[in-house]
């Protein structure tokens, strides 16, 4: 189990990206459990378990037959908490953004292989800047750029590190 404690006005960016086996090999199996807790409150909790010997892991219900997923998580005060953030359409169907309870969103995607859930998850994460440079533009034309406990127009461009895991 990984835990995240965070104090307000804190940043996180999270990506993880999933193969499950070898081309043609049957995969292993992954266990992984993701708690963030922003100023002691939980924010997200997530236990995910998948592969040979977890029944239905693999069914039309969760990866309908999809070897990779991946998801990005993204905790950011510049982040609306009603979810005004997330793009309006994604050029992916296997692609979902989803607005946490707080200054955060998270992306999920599933996909036949890994070089195509990059490219799903670099859409939306590319959608969701756009997205804050467009309101941290509109902020600033108007006067209403916020102060340091708000919003911030740096955090509009997010760190693009993935941790790859093949089973």
């Known amino acids: 189990m990984t835990t995240v404690m965070m104090e307000p006005g804190a940043r996180v960016f999270i990506r993880e990206e999933i193969l499950l086996g070898r081309h043609g090999e049957q995969p292993g199996t992954i266990r992984q459990h993701l708690r963030i807790c922003l100023a002691g409150q939980p924010l997200y909790d997530q236990d995910l378990v998948l592969g040979a010997g977890v029944e239905g892991w693999d069914g039309p219900a969760v990866l309908g037959g999809r070897r990779a997923l991946g998801s990005v998580l993204i905790v950011d005060p510049a982040l609306d908490r009603d979810g005004g953030d997330a793009p309006a359409s994604l050029p992916e169907t296997d692609t979902a953004v989803f607005p946490l309870s707080g200054p955060a969103l998270q992306v999920t995607s599933i996909a036949p292989d890994g070089l195509a859930l990059r ?8 959608g969701i800047e756009a997205a804050l440079w467009q309101r941290c533009e509109e902020e600033q034309d108007v006067g209403q750029a916020p102060g340091d406990e708000a919003r911030h127009c740096d955090s509009a461009r997010m760190r693009r590190e993935a941790s790859v895991f093949t089973l």
Do not use: Q
């Not at 490219?119 to 590319?126: H, K, Q």
């Open 119 to 126: 490219r799903r998850l670099d859409g939306a994460v590319e």
